[in-house]
């Protein structure tokens, strides 16, 4: 598949070349919001254009088909996610901070980039056979981070458990696009606010969901609730 399909390869130093760069990122941007909202087979190659304000023929410059958009959407997003959560993982200084750290990214990740979660929740089965096994290499090795974070701090623990415990959290964290749809209505002030009370709400749940694998559960009192 050429490389336009695949990675927006490296960095353009021409003007036209940022230009182009940039219309990509356009259309990738309004291809996720529509696939999410829409269904990848509800939207055409003409309705990606117009999102993006360009003819539908103009996709194919950079793309050889609404098929190779969604590849390069979810793709892009993968092995965005694990880059970026190995630099997260690597700057911690202690593997409690570790695990904290990648869940404020992973929440950060969920509440600014909802459509994408749920085109990479439905979508899969619609990807390459070659780009499904690409996404799905990219995706263990995020989880590997997570877990990684996890074996430190709970050591007796098997990887098939704490693998477990990783994924459950991500399920928690990323219900976020589903029950948070209404706040992209509100005035910027009412959504900032909205948002940042669901990060705070969402990081302490997935931080006490985590929790339990190395800290022991308090005591029972006893007695009548």
């Given at each position: 598949m050429p490389l336009t399909d695949r990675s927006p390869g490296p960095p353009p130093t021409t003007v036209r070349g940022q230009a182009k760069a940039q219309r990509r990122q356009d259309l990738l941007a309004a291809s996720a919001t529509l696939f999410a909202e829409r269904g990848f087979t509800g939207v055409s190659i003409d309705d990606i254009g117009a999102a993006a304000g360009v003819s539908g023929p103009a996709v194919y410059r950079h793309f050889t088909s609404k098929q190779a958009v969604l590849?390069?959407?979810?793709?892009?997003?993968?092995?965005?996610?694990?880059?970026?959560?190995?630099?997260?993982?690597?700057?911690?200084?202690?593997?409690d901070r570790r695990l904290r750290d990648l869940v404020s990214f992973q929440v950060e990740f969920a509440l600014h980039r909802p459509a994408v979660i749920v085109v990479q929740d439905r979508e899969?089965?619609?990807?390459?056979?070659?780009?499904?096994?690409?996404?799905?290499?990219?995706?263990?090795?995020?989880?590997?981070?997570?877990?990684?974070?996890?074996?430190?701090?709970?050591?007796?623990?098997?990887?098939?458990?704490?693998t477990l415990r990783a994924q459950a959290v991500f399920g928690l964290i990323n219900s976020t696009p589903h029950s948070l749809r209404a706040a992209h209505r509100l005035r910027a002030p009412q959504e900032a606010q909205h948002l940042e009370a669901a990060r705070t709400a969402l990081e302490e749940m997935a931080w006490a969901a985590l929790r339990t694998a190395f800290e022991p559960a308090p005591a029972s009192t006893g007695g009548t609730p």
């Open positions: 590849g390069a959407v979810l793709l892009e997003v993968s092995s965005d996610l694990l880059e970026r959560g190995r630099a997260v993982a690597e700057h911690a200084p202690a593997p899969m089965p619609h990807l390459t056979a070659e780009d499904r096994r690409t996404v799905r290499v990219l995706q263990r090795g995020y989880v590997t981070l997570w877990v990684e974070a996890l074996r430190e701090l709970a050591p007796a623990r098997d990887v098939a458990d704490l």
